[in-house]
Structures are given as C-alpha cells and as structure tokens.
C-alpha cells in the first residue's frame, strides 16, 4: 500500500509540536519574582482593587469588569473562497484559547471556511470532539458574520487533499501572506499545525489589523458544554461554601505535582527566581502574605498526594478536585481515559477563583490570566521565596497587572 507523503508530513509536524510544547514548558520562566507595586496606599493606579471591607488577610475586591472594546469585522459574501481550513486543539485549554485565535485570524485573512476542531491528546488514540468540551453553538454564532464555521468536514476533503502548514502563535497578517496565502491558494484546503516558539501573551506596543479578530477569537468564542459547566460551578459553589469565615473567598493554586517533578522546576541562575514552587513553598508564600490558616485552597493536583501534606499542615482547608466534585460526576470527567476534563475545569477554577497563584509558570498562567483581567479578578499573585517574617501581597501582583501588559488590555476597556 502506497504511503501519502502529506500524511507522513503531517505526522511529523504533530509530533514536533509535541516535543517542541514539552520543551517550552520547561524552559519557560516567570518574567519576575517582585512585580513592581510597592507601595500599598497606590494600587488603584495600577488596576488592582482595594482591600474587601470585613475580611481578614490580604483580601481584595474585584475590581469591574471590563468590557470588549473591539470591532468585529464582517465578511463579505463575495469575499468568500471555497477552500477549508482544518485543525486540532491539543494540550488543554490554556492552548486552546491560542490555537483558536490562530486559526480564525487565518481563516478570514484567506476568507476561507474554518472546520469545527477536535481535540487531541499527547497520546495516540486520545481524541474527543469539541462539543464533548465546548459549547459548539456559542462557538459558531459569536463568529456569525466574521468567519464562516462548518461543523464537520466535508466528505470530499481527507488528508490527502490538505497542504499541513505550520503557524506560529500569535500569527502576523505579513507571515499569513508570505507563508500560507501561497500554498492555500495553490492547494485550496489546508491543515493548521500551531506551534509556539515562546510564551507571548503580551500585548502588542501598537495595535496590529488582526487584533480586533484576535480579541474576539481569544474572549468570545470559547465556553464550557453545559453539563461541564455545571459541575464547575457546583465546585466553585462548594469551595465558596466551606469558605464562610473568608465570606465565601478561596484561593486558587496551579500546582501539579507530573510538573513539578520535571527537571525544569530549578533556581534560574542566580537570580534566585524559578519555574516553578512546590507545595512547602506554597505554604510558606501564602502564610507570610497575609492568608489565615483557615483560607480555603483550591489546587489543580486531581488526587491527593503524600507531598501535598505540606501545604495542608499550613492550610487544613486545602482541596483537589477529587475531594469536591460531585460524587456522580467523578466517572466521566476523573477517571476517564483522558485529562481533557480535568485540564478544562482547572483552568476555569482558577478563573473564577478570588486570588490565583500561579505555581508554575507558562501558558496555563498566562491565559488564566487573560480571562481574570477581563472579568476584573485581579488579584494574581506571583510566588517567590520570601526572606523574613512577612510581606505586602502586592509586591507580589503579577506583571500583567501590574504593568498593565497582558494582551488582554488591548481587548478591553
């Protein structure tokens, strides 16, 4: 049997994105162990909101929340091409939200019909459809008008039809025409294969032509099925619920323990600043910010580990998602064959969450990130080692905040 060149091509590329997200993972730093708001009396000016009324420790308020402040293009119905464009979400939600942007700031570049994604895992066989995870009806209509979506690909179009292309996150308009237009326009249907050469969740220091497609790509199109976000916002309801000394208030931590193991998690240099921290380190951040022993934590670890006993001595109320979901749920979304779930009601958790702590540095912050600035959950706190007894917490408000540089600034207003 005769072996189709692009689907050996295609293969390969999948694999490279793989090993090329594993490496970003460990190589990737946080950009600062001190973001730079020191003094107390002043963090209004840089976003961030005031201390809540009755609450002890170093409690916030959010502050509002922002609204979209992008214009959504519409697409001609002349300005459509017949061609399709393909692709899969993989990894978990923090590069979904970045591979969806790539993909419809693409597809209306080219004016080409965008494929609804499945999603894939790191393994072999790992594959779900979106609609298990997304809401594919809000996913379709909050691109109405702005790019033409097809629920499923059509029957003439197979791997041996589709040019695979590599696209850089955070993809330009000048790489799209240099790099993609050629062969789309040569081929007819293409196939996206997003790789990501850094972290770049910054925003753009002038406003670029795809922004505003990027912005609404990024907020706009992605939401929980609802039987996912039912069972999210029943933790989200239990965490609040055994939260009642810190009026329903709960701290959200990324903090997985596959992650801490990898050979990544290491002092940076000499600067003293690392990759990532671990439950005893945690702890200690926590305690000498501010946070009593009876605040209620939220960890993104799915079971409960012997090394987690650390952080619970600090903080007795600490949860996994093992110890909070609904009994009746546990089957389908902890012990199924893939992780997608867990990934998913993670990264929405620490959305919701009133102070997020990232632990490990990289996408899942960046983008948990993104979705807190623009409901005005700003309080995100970059741990470090602290010397001595104590300190402010908002010395240590992350550099998206603080410096106002996220790109989702650039969305909302």
Known sequence: MAVDPRQVLAGVLTLTMFVMLGNMIKRDHFDSVHPTVHNTNKASEHGLASVAKGADGPWKEDGLTMKPCWEKPVLEEVDESQGYITFSLTNGPEYHVSQIADAVVVARFLRATLVIPDIRGSTPGDKRNFEDVYDVEKFIASLDGMVKVVKSQPSGLSARNLAVVKVPNRVTEEHIAENIEPIYRTKGNIRLVTYFPSVNMKKNKERTKTDSIACLAMFGTLEPQPEV???IDSMVDRLKTVSRKSNGQF??????????????????????????????????????????????????????????????????????KDSIMPMDKKDKFLNSDTSEFEKVIDFYISSKSDVFVPAISGLFYANVAGRRIASGKTQI????????????????????????????YSCFC
């Open 229 to 231: 976000r039912e069972v």
């Open 381 to 408: 706190l970059v741990p470090a080692t602290i010397p001595g007894s104590s300190a402010a917490s908002e010395e240590f408000v992350s550099h998206y905040v603080s410096k106002k540089n996220h790109f989702a």
């Open 251 to 320: 701290v959200a931590v990324d903090l997985r323990l596959d992650i801490l193991e990898k050979k990544g998690c290491h002092k940076n240099g000499g600067s003293g600043s690392k990759s990532c921290y671990g439950p005893q380190e945690i702890a200690l951040f926590l305690k000498k910010i501010g946070f009593e022993k009876d605040t209620t934590v939220y960890i993104t670890q799915t079971k409960w580990d012997s090394s987690l006993d650390a952080l619970k001595d600090f903080f007795p109320k600490t949860y996994t």
